[in-house]
């Protein structure tokens, strides 16, 4: 494993990008079988009586690799110039003292309120394409999925990322997070899966702008 490591890391000193994308497609792939695992696990109480519970499990490798990509040509390379620009324009234009509260606390929230709702956003609808739905039907998972992902994902991102931005040096930052993601694979898929659970519904009735909408 040490030695793993240190291989790692001198790929990152020597092909950054390149480490970063291809090690975000791998790790998004792996997450993906977890994901199906669990989807699998827990069945889905709308589908549950149209299915055999006790099917085996099997994994859809056309979707691994689907979700291999999105880490491939987006997490990759995305994530590893936006952690970088985000460190540079706290440090050089907010001019604040790394690994300050400020300092953490800044990149905590740019984080949260931009990369995280985009990334959102880019996963659910390139799942959808993917998936060969129309693009009125990927509208509409977008709106069935997005708020209820955006505010329970805000609950445990903001936790993660304090420890990424406090401890973890600039360049492991994306690796840090992409491993999270094998968990965070598992949760979108879960959501996605869920349709137009109740659940979904209670979190969205407490957005004023859904309520706004439904008053409209």
């Known amino acids: 494993m040490l ?3 240190k291989w790692y890391q001198k790929c990152m000193i ?3 990008v390149k480490t970063q994308v291809i090690s975000s497609g791998v ?3 792996v997450g993906d079988i977890a994901a199906q695992f669990v989807t699998h696990s827990i069945p889905n109480k709308t589908i549950s009586k149209f299915k055999d519970d006790n099917k085996e499990f ?5 979707r691994v690799a ?3 990509l999105f880490g491939l040509g987006f997490v990759g390379p995305v994530g590893h110039y936006w952690y970088e620009y985000l460190d540079r ?3 050089l234009k907010l001019l604040l003292k790394p690994n300050s509260f400020r300092f953490v606390a800044s990149k905590v929230a740019i984080d949260g309120l931009i990369f995280g709702p985009f990334d959102l956003l880019m996963f659910f609808t390139y799942m959808g394409f993917c998936n060969g739905k129309s693009v009125p039907q990927i509208k509409e998972d977008v709106k069935r999925d997005f708020l209820p992902a955006f505010v329970l994902e805000g609950g445990i991102w903001p936790i993660v990322q304090v420890g990424n931005f406090r401890f973890i040096p600039v360049r492991y930052q994306l690796l840090y997070v992409n491993f999270f993601c094998l968990l965070d694979s598992c949760f979108l898929s879960w959501v996605e899966q869920q349709e ?3 659940w979904k519904q209670w979190v969205k009735s407490f957005l004023p702008l859904e309520e706004h909408k439904r008053q409209g």
């Open 58 to 62: 099997k994994i859809n490798w056309k």
């Open 14 to 16: 020597i092909h950054p």
């Open 89 to 91: 324009f706290i440090r």
């Open 66 to 68: 689907t979700t291999s």
């Open 3 to 5: 030695k793993l490591w």
């Open 196 to 198: 137009d659970a109740q």
């Open 27 to 29: 790790i998004w792939g």
